[in-house]
Nanobody, 126 residues
Framework: QVQLVESGGGLVQAGGSLRLSCAAS????????MGWFLQAPGKEREFVAA????????EYADSVKGRFTISRDNAKNTVYLQMNGLKPEDTAVYYC???????????????????WGQGTQVTVSS
């Protein structure tokens, strides 16, 4: 059983930055690929970024490339999302997700991630 808890969301002006954190429980954090997803009001959950078990490979949605950075610290059982140059359209609830993997793949479909956090609200004002 894996428990994930996101933090770091809040209200920020356009052009500002936030750093989201996702703290994980469990003995096997380093065996999971980790992802960040967002869900805006009235819309489907969508992929933001993902990172492999050791942190060696990352993947980003086109909309956040060059602005967001995903990283992880397996010693602290934590994954991060550094968000720079925030835009009003980034406003959403951000979710951390974990997937047990046996291959170095980074799927983008929410359904393939087994465990999810409760989400943290990010609001960007213009």
């Amino acid at each position: 059983q894996v428990q994930l808890v996101e933090s770091g969301g809040g209200l920020v002006q356009a052009g500002g930055s936030l750093r989201l954190s996702c703290a994980a429980s469990g003995r096997t954090f380093s065996s999971y690929a980790m992802g960040w997803f967002l869900q805006a009001p009235g819309k489907e959950r969508e992929f933001v970024a993902a990172i492999t078990r050791s942190g060696g490979i990352t993947e980003y949605a086109d909309s956040v490339k060059g602005r967001f950075t995903i990283s992880r610290d397996n010693a602290k059982n934590t994954v991060y999302l550094q968000m720079n140059g925030l835009k009003p359209e980034d406003t959403a609830v951000y979710y951390c997700a974990a997937r047990a993997v046996t291959a170095p793949v980074l799927p983008r479909a929410p359904i393939v991630y087994q465990w999810w956090g409760q989400g943290t609200q990010v609001t960007v004002s213009s």
